[in-house]
């Protein structure tokens, strides 16, 4: 199994969070669980465009990964 998968697999800890293209955070989470954004912005469909994300995880042995980068929403 390679460095990457084994840290996948031993997450114990995370911080996720995603911002519109002004900057604004429009959502988060630390919940491992969590299913992810849906898509909205305070209840309602977030326009077309692009959006960063972020994540900082944590492994059972204490490595923390972060990450991040851009996507595009489309409808």
Known sequence: MSKKNELRRGI????????????ELIYQTDQLEAIGWDGTVNGKAAPNGNYVYKGIFRSKSGDEVQKAGTFVLIR
């Open 12 to 23: 114990v800890k995370m911080e996720f969070y995603i911002f519109n293209t002004w900057g």
